[in-house]
Each structure stands twice: as C-alpha cells, then as structure tokens.
C-alpha cells in the first residue's frame, strides 16, 4: 500500500505541486543564490548576476567550496580530517568508495555481520552508549530516537535517511553519498535491524544528480551481493531501500514535511506530538535520521560505544564534519573531533580569508546566529555554540568579510526564509516577508520611518521566536538576535532618518 500511494501521488500530485519549484528545472544549467554564493559574490560578478537573474532561485547546489557556483561546473573541494580518528571522512579522503568490492575490503559491511549477531536491544545499548547526537540540526540523542521506534508495537516501521541537506554552506552529506554511499546503506541496514524497520527511503534532494547516480549503482549492487534485500547475510532479515527525490523546497528537510513529501502531501510541517517515532511515515513509527548521524554508526559497532565516546568533549561525543566556503584560503570539507575552537576552524583550517577582513561567520546554516571575530575562542559543541546564539546546525562555515554590509545579508536571509516557508505560522509567512521587505527598501531607498521600522522588526522577531512550529522561523529569530547581539551599531545605523 505504501509503495503505491507513492507511485501515485508522488511528488506531482497537484495539492502539493506548489509547494515545489525544481520539478521541472534542469539542475545542470543552474546558477546558485545560496548564502555562500552571496558571500563569495565579489569572486565571480557575472556568475553571481546571472544567479539574480535566473526566474527559478537555486538555494544551494553543495559546491560552496568554489562559490559562486554553477551546475556546469564541478571540482572536488580539500577533504581532511583534524581528529584523532577520522570516522565519516576515512574512506572519502583515500579517494572514495564507490565500488562494492574496494568497500568490503577496507572492512565494509562488518559493522552490519557484527550486529545481526546481536539482538535488538543490545545494538540499540551501543549507540545510546555511545553518547552520537543527530547530525541533521537539533543535536537529538540518536540512541533515544532508536529506542523510541523500537519500543513501538507495530508489524510496519521504518527508516528514513534525511538527505536533503538544504542548509546553504553545508556539503557533507552530498560527499558521503557521491563517495560512500555503501556506508549509508549499511547503516540504514543496521538502524533497521536494531528498530525493527522491514522497509526504508532515502529523501534525496535534486540538487545531488551525481549523488543520486552513486546510491542508485550502490543499492544494486548491495542487494546482488544479499547486504540488501530478502535475507540479508543469509539470515531471516529482509530489508529494502528506495530512493525519493525532492523537487526543491527547502522545508522538506524538516522531517514531519518530508514524512509529507514521500506521502505525496502537501510538505507542510506537522505539530508535534506525536513524534515520528510514534506515528511517522503512513502513520507507522518512523526513525528519520540524517546522513552523517548514520553513517557514524558501522564505526561504533565495531568499535566500541567507548571508543566513540572517549572522542570529543562535554556532550558533543565523536566527530563532525564542517564544510568552509571559497572566501577561505583553503575551502573544503574537515573532519574535526568536538571540542576544537572556531579559531582552530577558520585559522587553522581554513586558513583565514584569501583576502580582506572576516566580519564573521555563519555556523551551522544561515538560521542560526553570526559568530562574530571576537568569539571565535568558543569550542564546536552543541550546548557551547547554542549558548553564544549558533548552533552546530549541519556544519557549515560561511565566512564573509567586511564587503558584506549586515543589512543586505539580512535582506537576503530573510528572503530565502520567506521564499521557503510552509505558510502554517503567521510570522513565518507574512512576517519573514515584512522583513525582507523592509530591508530591500533600506537597502535600495534607505530609511523613511527608522524608529517605528526598528520596532516592527522587533516584533516580528519576537513573534518568530514564540510562536514558530519548526527550526525554519526559530532559527530566523535566532538569526536576528545573533545581529542585535553583535552588529548593534551598524543596525542602528539601518535605522536612523
Ligand atoms: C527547516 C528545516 C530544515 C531541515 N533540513 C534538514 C536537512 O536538510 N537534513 C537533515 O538531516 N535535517 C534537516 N532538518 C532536521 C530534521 O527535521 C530532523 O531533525 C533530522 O533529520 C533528524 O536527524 P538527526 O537526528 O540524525 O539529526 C531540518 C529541520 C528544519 C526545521
Ligand atoms: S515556522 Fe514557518 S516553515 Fe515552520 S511550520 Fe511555521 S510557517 Fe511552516
């Protein structure tokens, strides 16, 4: 019943078909306004003119590494790893994985043979042990999820890898698919052994057709050789994988609107309780679970939950994978242990701008808070970031420098916000848009009506703040608080006569 409805409705159906504006745009011919591109604009003007100009807006085609980007073109951005262990990036840095057989050799599929040994509850013992937070956003104890889908009494469940990665400046989890993509198959496989899952999708988003290429050749392959499928390692558990991909919307990475998107709904975000754990995908519990979160999991498996825990700090355990863009003198993907600083980060990593002063920086995607220069000694970790207004987020970096006036990157962000929201929450549907307005105006025009402008800004802040049902209007009001908390002046300066 499921696989039908989807074939049926899938993501054309007409209720939702507004919702979606890449259905028919050709990736390949794209120019990207993400924020990494507005932020590297001054690098390539005409790339970045033609991004304006393009009637259908591409939010972010994971090259921010070579921003401003193009769908023509492509490279591979520096792939490393700053921890003691690499985990995520391993098989990545030595060059990818895309063929089964190079896979298994360098250990592939041992973390899946080792947990169908086990039962259920041990497995799901390992990763709450292993202290692994989701990788998609919110920080979630993967481990609690797990055993919230377990612990439901139903005969259907599954598991949903959340590829949709639509946060602008972040690519990771483009890379793990394009170059590994049997380590998300593998983990999928675990995760539906431990829960109890006999079905799974991948929501892709269009903007990864090599992606999409990669898994589609790795689910083949891996159900040849019976690590997919009916019986799988030659036990009684079966499970299979399809792929669905997004047509553009960037709310579909929210997980309720994705449970919605697969469904062929209206992606609109739905309130919780109950979870998807509980009641998920065709009202069944569902374990939704990001790229990378997963792909963490095979490592534990083999290697111990206190391995995975002895790396990283406080309660940010393991590694992270953050992506920097082109502003840097070295943009590329590093793989770095919880713990480091931002400096560690954007100095020593990234090291600094190629040219110019850093302003500041975007972590963890553009809803969450700047991180200005004088609080770069703060360490990557979910409770530290969120306590300085950032976030962990997906692991993005976007730097920019002191060419980019706040203003126009509020403009910008809140345009992108407006653009992308579900329409469920006043603020987030109207007001994002009253900002976004009222900054085009400061911006084209200046400032006709300074202190009741500021005022209003203010409000719809602080509305966005209480009353938003998801991440997209929390994160914008964490956004603005990040500028009145640390750009006061040049805000201010928006607002005089
Ligand atoms: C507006 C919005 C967009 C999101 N986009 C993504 C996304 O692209 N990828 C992702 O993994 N999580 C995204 N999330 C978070 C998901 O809702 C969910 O928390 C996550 O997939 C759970 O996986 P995790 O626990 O492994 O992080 C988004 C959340 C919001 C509010
Ligand atoms: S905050 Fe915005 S995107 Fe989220 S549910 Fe409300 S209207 Fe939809």
């Not at 919230?148 to 259907?156: A, L």
């Not at 269009?206 to 990669?214: F, Q």
């Not at 579900?422 to 400032?447: A, D, Q, W």
Request: glycine share 12%.
């Amino acid at each position: 019943m499921a696989d039908n409805s989807i074939q049926k409705a899938g993501l054309n159906n007409n209720h939702a078909k507004s919702f979606y504006h890449l259905t028919n745009f050709d990736i390949n011919k794209s120019y990207c306004s993400g924020t990494a591109c507005l932020a590297s604009r001054r690098l390539n003007q005409t790339c970045w003119k033609k991004a304006l100009e393009q009637t259908v807006r591409v939010h972010c085609l994971g090259k921010c590494y070579m921003s401003p980007a193009c769908g023509q073109l492509d490279s591979r951005p520096i792939i490393k790893c700053h921890s003691s262990k690499p985990i995520v990036l391993k098989r990545i840095i030595e060059g990818g994985f895309t063929n089964i057989g190079r896979y298994v050799k360098s250990g592939g599929f041992l973390g899946l043979k080792k947990t169908l040994s086990m039962i259920p509850e041990e497995v799901i013992r390992i990763i709450e042990q292993s202290g692994l937070r989701g990788r998609g956003g919110a920080g979630f104890p993967a481990g609690k999820k797990w055993r919230s889908v377990f612990s439901q009494k139903s005969k259907e469940k599954f598991v949903i890898a959340n590829a949709d990665e639509g946060d602008p400046g972040a690519y990771t989890d483009r890379f793990i698919m394009e170059e590994d993509p049997y380590s998300l198959i593998e983990s999928m496989v675990i995760a539906a052994y431990a829960v109890g899952a006999s079905k799974g999708y991948i929501y892709l988003r269009k903007e990864y057709p090599k992606a999409h290429t990669a898994l589609q050749q790795a689910l083949l392959l891996s159900k040849r050789n019976s690590f997919l499928g009916e019986n799988i390692f030659g036990t009684k558990f079966s499970f299979e994988i399809k792929i669905v991909v997004g047509q553009g919307s960037y709310v579909c990475g929210e997980e309720t609107a994705l449970i919605n998107s697969i469904e062929g709904k209206r992606p609109e975000v739905m309130a919780r309780p109950p979870y998807p754990t509980e009641s998920g995908l065709f009202g069944k519990p569902t374990l939704v679970n990001n790229v990378e979160t997963f792909v963490n999991i095979p490592w534990i498996i083999v290697n111990g939950a206190g391995a995975y825990s002895s790396i990283g700090f406080s309660n940010s355990k393991g590694t992270k994978v953050v992506s920097l863009n082109s502003l840097f003198r070295n943009p590329g993907l590093y793989e770095i242990e919880f713990g480091v600083s931002l400096r560690t980060i954007i100095e020593e990593l990234g090291g600094e701008l190629q040219e110019g002063r850093i302003k500041g920086v975007i972590v963890g995607g553009p809803l969450a808070g700047i991180v200005p220069p004088h609080m770069f000694d703060t360490k990557f970790g979910f409770e530290e970031l969120r306590q300085i207004g950032s976030s962990v987020g997906h692991g993005g970096v976007i730097v920019f420098d002191t060419g980019t006036p706040i203003a126009e990157l509020i403009q910008h962000i809140f345009d992108f916000s407006s653009g992308e929201s579900c329409g469920k929450c006043t603020p987030c549907r109207v007001g994002s848009r009253s900002i976004e307005t009222m900054f085009s105006s400061i911006l084209e025009i200046g400032n006709s009506d300074g202190a009741a402008s500021r005022k209003q800004f203010e409000e719809i802040v602080s509305a966005l703040e209480s009353t938003s049902l998801c991440g997209l209007g929390t994160g914008l009001a964490d956004f603005a608080k990040s500028v009145f908390r640390y750009y006061e002046k040049e805000l201010s300066e928006c607002f005089k006569w």
